[in-house]
Each structure stands twice: as C-alpha cells, then as structure tokens.
C-alpha cells in the first residue's frame, strides 16, 4: 500500500509530523515501511500491510492508527444524499456477500478527470480512465473499499454460479468461470465479478446512465475465485480480507457526491442497501493485564486511554482481550521494552527425546573418523513399491518422498565425480519415509559411504548404534613409551590386505600400522605398539614379520626385504 | 687456521662438534695457546688474531646441528588426523543448540508427514488463511496429510504432548510447493523456539533473541523488534536486524528498507495454549521461527541456494 503523505492530512488537518517520522512511527506499529521516495513534488511512503488489517489498505485506516499514536482528531467528511423514490431493480441471491450499497445516476457527462484525481492515481500506479471509473478507484484507496460502476440501468442479480461460464474481462481477455464462482449477473449473463468488472457493462465515453455499487464479500469467496482464476486486481487485495461493512454509507456517500460533481449527473433511484447480518457490537474486557504480557510497566490510564480511542466495532481483527493487549503494547512501544534479559536460565528437567541425542553421537563420531555430512534433498524421482507420492508438488520431477538414503548418497557420489572432487567418506543423517499397512512411517536413517555404500535405520535406544561401523569407542590410557618400529617386505598382496592382515596378527597392542614406502612389490611397513615393553614389542615384530633382526627405524642402508607369510 | 673453519662447516655430529669447539676455544685451546704471547706480537698479527677468533666464534654460532632434543620434536611429526567436516547447516544448528542448552532448554523434534490438525489448526490459522492454499502446502493425502510447511507444528505437538513448564528448541526442515531456483528453495530450514512457564513476557522474548541474534552475528549487530501478525501468536513481533551492508541507510541488499527481516516470534495464544489443554491464566509462553538457510549461505559465501542440499557441496580437506 502506497500511501502520499500530503493526502494523509484530508483525514489528519492538524498531522505535523514529517513524512519520514511517520514511515518509522508506522513500521513500529506493524506496518512495514519497504520504500520512500519522492515524486513530483510528493512524498510517498510504500507500506507491508499486515494480512489481518485490511482496514490499512486505505488512507483512512492508517488516518487511525497515526490519530491514536500522535493523539490527532480524525476529521471523516460527512455526506448526504438525496435518492428519488424509484426502486432500484437489482438483487442479493448468494451467501457470499455481506452488505451492497447501490443507486443510479443520469445525465452523466464523461470527461477526463481532474487534474489532482489524475495526479493522484498516476502516483499510485493506477492507470487512468474517465471520471467516473477514476472517482471508484479514489474512493477506494481512501477507504479501502472497491466500487464499481456499471453502464446499465437495472436487472443486476448477486449470485454463485452452478454451471461454469465464459466470461470477458474489461481488457477484452476471456476465461473461463468455474461452478461457486461470485458473479453479478445481468439478463442470467455475469457482467462482473467480485473483484474485476466485464467488458460488457464497462462506463464508455458515451455512457449516460449507470449504477454505482460498493460491497463487501466473504473474504474467502473473493479469495477462491481469484485464485482459481490466477487473477489479482486492487480490489482482489481488499476485498480477500476481512472488511467493515459499516464504513460503506460513508465512503459510498463521498463517492457519490463526487461522482456528481465532477459529471453533472443527478440521482436516479432510491438508494439501494442490502445487509442482511448488521455486525453485532462488540464487548470486550481487558481481562489480561498488559503489562503482564509486555513485562514493563504500562501505566493503566494509557491503557485505558487506547481502549477509549480504538473503534473495535470496525476493526475485525479485535476479538478478545489478548487483542486489546496488543494494541496497548503497540501503541506504548515495542522498543520501550528492554532486549538485555534473556529468559531465566533455570534448568527445566531434560525432555530432549533419545534419538536426538544418538543422532548427536552418531555425528561426532563419524566426524573424528573422518567423515564428511552431506545433506541431500528428501523428495526424489526414483518410485518403489513402499514409497509416498506426493499429490501436487509442482517440482514434478521429485513427485516421490525416498526410502532410503543410498540412493541419495548415490547421486551426491556422482556428483563429486563429475566435478572430480579428490574423494573423501562422507555421511547423511537424514528421514526416509515409506508406507507401512497404510500408515505413513518416518524414520531418521544413517547412510555412510566409504568405498562402498551402508545404511542403517536409527532408533531411539541406546544399543542400535553399537551396530554401527566398527571401533566407536577408541579411547585408551597409555602407560608406557610408544614403539615404533620398521619392516621390509615382499608381498604380492595389496596394501589393504597387507593392512587387514598384520592389524588382525598383532592383535590389542597395535596402536598403529601404516606403510610408508611402496616399490613393486615392495613394502615397507611401520608399526606402533603400546602398552608393551621394548622387549615385547620387538619379540612380536620379528614373529609378526619372520624377521631376523630389528631393521632399524629411518635406516638409510639398503633395504632387506623378506618375503611375506601371509 | 682455514682448515678449523672447513672442519666446522663438515662436522655433522652435536658431540663431535663440542669437541671442536673445546679444543679451539677452551682454555687450553689453540687460540688461546696463540694469544698467550700476544704482546710480543706486531700490531697486525694482533689484528690478524683477533679477527680469526671472532670468525671462529661465529662459525660456531652458526653451525647448527639438531640436538638430540630437537630431533625429538621432528620426529614428532603429526600423523595428520582426518577429521570430517559437519554440515553448514548442521554447524550452524550446534551453535544454536549449545547457546540454548546453556540457558536450560531442551532440543525436540517432530514429524515431516503432518496432519492439517498440527501444522495449522492447532495453531490457529484460520480456515480461510493464505498459508493453507494449495500452492503453498505439498499435499501427501489432501486435504489432512500434508508435509509441513512451518517448524511451528513442531510446537503444536510440543504443547500437546508435554506439562509445562518446558523450554525447548527444535530445528527443522519444512516444505512449500514453490519452484526451486538460485534464490528459493521448496525446502527449508528452520529453528523453532517454545517456551511455556510461569510469568513469561514480552520482554523474556526480548532479550532471548536478542542473545540468539549476538551469537549468530557478534556482539555489535543491531536487532528491532516491530509488531507483526501470525495466527498463532498475539502480540505478534517481528525481529529485524539493520543492514550489515548500509547499516540502516537502504541498499540493494534489504531492498531499500535498511533492515532485513529475521523471522517470526511472539507471545502464544491463548487459544493455542487452550487447544492444548493448557490453562492460559496459569501459565504464558513465547514462540519464536527463524530461516537458517539465509543465515548460513551467507556464513559460507554460498550463492546459490541449491548448493545446501546435495550437489555441489564439498568440503576442503584440513591441513594439519
């Protein structure tokens, strides 16, 4: 909603504060200021508007809000018409609408609108019409509620429709209208919708007579059909929420008197005012203390004072008292409430479910082993018996949710193959769902990659990750020096299966083995024992290796290789 | 005298080298055996002398041989431990995680595959609200099954399922039926914050975001906190952070507003906490929603947001 400042003080005569200070002051109160700008002489603040304050998306609905917050007299202009006595033939036949204020003008004399009205809608980014069609959507960036004006003299009839119809939009474009649609039918033909008119009852330059009407719809209805429709007008935007139906004599009136203003024209129907379900008036106590909620004192004359000055009758999104609490809070401040006290740090009892924490386990073990986490996406194109599909997801080409990680792991692999990524093992902890005699089954799942591709499902009990790869818990008290020792060999195993035997052969005090130089078939090999004294660990190298003597470590003589046992 | 310097400069063994250096320098040494008569020598022998000692003294100096003590320390070499690198996401999540556990909460979780009951209703959105259009809920079995669009539904079963009082965490991932591309992803990532207890207030939301936001950020970033509406809080806020690129002026970066919006936090309620069979004069909490995936992509570099899920995702291996 954009909004120029200087057309604030219609409804604000005595607002001296700048343009700037308002857009602040505004965004503090829940209306987000996401643009300033500056414009042929205007100031023009663009605002968020909240989706529950339809009531802001017009200038009287901000005139409101700035008139509580500065503590302003709202100056709303009174007008009165003077209908004639011919019924108007037209007629409510849908549940769907809330209130209709009708009547028809003659003699209308079309023209291009005035200068300020043209100024005005160019600054809002409406496209300009002739005078009447640019007076209904004045009005409505005034108020907040569409109108519409159509060239015809009678017969207009509210009502859903059962068959689906075609229908012409005033820009000449066709479509189609599905059944429930909320149409304004003319001789059984939709000539408008809710929210956009039809090109058959459009104002011409050539139009003489026509009936001006402003309403207020079931939100959800206006919000269906545009949907359905893929179409968003001004009015859709207004007319989707949840507007006061009690402001339409006013905005109505005011339209009415300019429409017969600026065209000459002059009243020709009794004035026409369907509103079946008058909005009860509200009562409601401030059962909630406010400063209970802010946790700062609010003194309890201000509260006071906004309650007297909010108009909860025309504001639907107020409620009950929690409502009323909000508005205090908002109008007292929100930056008058401290952010250096964080919630008590009191320790409540741990309900933290198992799994989390194995999943955390699970993690920073496989980390100190020197695996990688990947994340990949849950929802894939690969479909097996057990799996869920979803019904529209307009990313078609993930339409299933997968059952298992590997095939996702699967597909990172190919990646980093593709980008020739030097490989490293990695991990994902992550869901898998399938169905289950018809239920639906989520269940966190483990799958590893190094060299080759594992999976596991997690549980929440403790033991089902003792399953998992091998050592987990590889912390060891040293008490004696560490043994290093070196061996020369010829093998025509492979390092792995060399690594694989000797591990296995020298058993619990092998800290570690590696082989540090490869020619051919030519290894040499370097162990760590602990745990053991020299004499031991010697002992038990030359047995492992079928050694004669220790070779020693970093030994820049030749070489003696004996050949492999194994 | 030449032949001492060429012996220095070839000598390889720490203890040979001591022995040289006793024999030319000690007491009983060779220079001193020279020096001994020094003045009954002419001028420029004694230069001469004096001249070869200093040399001699800083060849020695010089020559380093590895001590038996430093050949301890290189043969100490590290055997490079290949650690694993956690998820940026997950990275960021821990550091969430360990902040709030300091402050006495707990982590929780709940399902992706969510029924219409706990991810709108019971958070009081209502039947007709924008979140609940087709276009934004991916849809397992309409119109009750559906995979979750908000962590928040995550605090619907939290209330449901445990007495207050409980401070807890969860993150999360949800899901919108929107196309994916460099900037939007269907899949999100979320962190959801619920606290019920006695005497909770605006202000205990406050600070606690506030911390969370000095955590993520440091200490100099600037939050504010405006009122904004979600169905299943009132007072709604909305915490926002100045620009770390304009500080607040407008840029291209906050679209012009100097500020970029956090996420979504407020006071629960009381119709949310009834639903749960919570009594509302007896006990109030706060509930806070953040998006993590701009968070870390901007933590990382990170420019596109497809990168975070599979693909080209790797990580450098560590030096040490």
């Known amino acids: 909603m954009k909004i120029i400042y200087s057309q604030l003080k219609q409804f604000l005569p005595d607002l001296k504060h700048s343009a700037k200070k308002i857009a602040e002051d505004l965004t503090w109160i829940g209306h987000f200021c996401d643009g300033f700008e500056q414009k042929d002489d205007e100031e023009i603040i663009s605002l968020e508007i909240r989706s529950n304050r339809g009531d802001c998306l017009g200038y009287l609905g901000l005139a409101r809000e700035l008139a509580i917050l500065y503590n302003l007299d709202l100056k709303i202009p009174q007008y009165s018409l003077k209908p004639t006595s011919s019924p108007l033939n037209i007629k409510v036949d849908s549940l769907d609408v809330k209130r209709v204020m009708a009547i028809k003008i003659r003699d209308l004399h079309l023209a291009e609108s005035s200068s300020e009205i043209k100024k005005f809608l160019k600054l809002h980014q409406i496209g300009l019409n002739n005078n009447i069609v640019d007076l209904t959507n004045y009005i409505m960036l005034l108020y907040g509620i569409p109108c519409h004006a159509f060239s015809l003299s009678n017969d207009l009839i509210w009502e859903n429709l059962t068959t689906s119809t075609t229908f012409t939009t005033l820009d000449g474009s066709k479509i189609n209208l599905p059944p429930t649609t909320l149409v304004i039918s003319h001789q059984q033909q939709p000539t408008c919708l809710s929210f956009i008119g039809g090109q058959n009852s459009g104002i011409q330059l050539n139009t003489k007579e026509a009936i001006i009407e402003m309403a207020v719809y079931n939100p959800t209805r206006v919000r269906l059909d545009s949907k359905k429709l893929n179409l968003t007008t001004e009015a859709s935007l207004r007319l989707d929420k949840e507007l006061d139906p009690d402001l339409i004599p006013t905005a109505f009136n005011h339209l009415i008197k300019l429409i017969l203003n600026h065209s000459k024209g002059h009243i020709d129907s009794a004035l026409y005012d369907y509103y079946p379900n008058k909005t009860p008036h509200k009562n409601i106590s401030l059962t909630i203390n406010p400063s209970a909620i802010a946790g700062i004192k609010i003194p309890d004359e201000f509260s006071q004072k906004i309650i007297n000055k909010i108009d909860i009758d025309h504001r639907s999104d107020i409620e009950s008292a929690i409502d009323l609490v909000e508005e205090i809070i908002r109008f007292w401040g929100f930056n008058k409430i401290p952010t250096d006290q964080p919630v008590n740090p009191r320790i409540l009892p741990d309900i933290t479910p198992q799994i989390l924490k194995n999943i955390e386990t699970l993690k920073s073990e496989l980390l100190s082993r020197g695996f990688n986490e990947v994340k990949t996406k849950p929802l894939t194109n690969k479909k097996y018996s057990k799996s869920i599909a979803t019904q529209n997801n307009i990313n078609a080409n993930l339409p299933y949710l997968r059952t298992n990680l590997t095939d996702s792991l699967e597909e990172q692999l190919n990646q980093y193959l593709r980008l020739k990524i030097p490989l490293q093992p990695f991990f994902e902890i992550g869901k898998i769902y399938y169905q289950e005699n018809n239920n639906l089954v989520e269940k966190y799942a483990l799958g590893t990659f190094d060299g080759k591709f594992h999976e596991t499902i997690i549980d929440d009990t403790p033991r089902e990750f003792k399953k998992l790869p091998d050592t987990f818990f590889n912390a060891y008290e040293i008490t004696s020096q560490i043994i290093c020792l070196d061996a020369n060999l010829i093998s025509s195993k492979t390092e792995k299966e060399l690594l694989a035997y000797y591990r296995k052969a020298i058993g619990n005090i092998l800290w570690d083995i590696k082989i540090i130089d490869h020619y051919r078939n030519k290894y040499t090999f370097r162990v760590w024992y602990f745990n053991c004294d020299d004499k031991t660990a010697k002992q038990i190298h030359l047995k492992t290796f079928k050694l004669t003597k220790i070779q020693r470590t970093l030994s820049k003589k030749r070489k003696n290789y004996t050949k492999d046992k194994i | ?320």
């Not at chain 2, 003045?39 to 230069?47: F, S």
């Not at chain 2, 003590?69 to 055997?79: D, G, N």
């Open chain 2, 1 to 320: 005298m030449e032949d001492y310097l060429k012996k220095i400069a070839e000598c390889t063994e720490a203890d040979e080298l001591e022995k040289l250096k006793i024999k030319l320098l000690g007491r009983r040494g060779v220079l001193n055996r020279l020096l001994a008569d020094v003045k009954n020598l002419p001028v420029e022998k004694r230069i001469e002398l004096n001249k070869l000692k200093k040399e001699i003294e800083t060849a020695f100096a010089n020559k380093k041989i590895e001590t038996p003590a430093s050949r301890r320390t290189s043969l100490l070499k590290f055997s490079s431990a290949k650690l694993g690198h956690l998820h940026p996401l997950t990275q960021t999540e821990n550091q969430l995680n360990n902040l709030f556990r300091s402050l006495g909460f707990s982590i929780y979780d709940g399902p992706e595959i969510e029924t219409d009951e706990f991810c709108f209703e019971r958070l009081n959105v209502p039947q007709n609200h924008p979140a609940r259009d087709l276009q934004d809920t991916i849809y397992l079995q309409e119109p009750e099954i559906l995979l979750r669009t908000q962590t928040s539904s995550i605090e619907a079963r939290l209330l449901y399922e445990q007495k207050p009082p409980f401070k807890v965490v969860a993150p999360g991932c949800c899901y919108r039926n929107e196309k994916v591309n460099k900037s939007n992803h269907f899949i999100l990532h979320q962190y959801q914050g619920v606290v019920v207890d006695k005497n909770i207030t605006l202000k205990d939301l406050f600070g606690t975001l506030n911390l969370l936001f000095k955590t993520l950020y440091g200490p100099e970033v600037i939050i504010r906190f405006r009122s904004k509406y979600y169905p299943e809080v009132e007072p709604g806020v909305g915490p926002d952070m100045q620009c770390f690129a304009c500080h607040g002026v407008g840029c291209p970066l906050c679209k012009g507003a100097g500020w970029i919006e956090m996420g979504g936090a407020g006071i629960i309620h009381p119709k949310v906490l009834k639903m749960a069979n919570i009594d509302p004069c007896q006990w109030t909490g706060f509930a806070f929603g953040l998006g993590l995936d701009r968070w870390t992509m901007a933590k990382f570099n990170l420019k596109d947001i497809r990168t975070l899920l599979g693909g080209n995702l790797a990580y450098k291996p560590n030096e040490l």
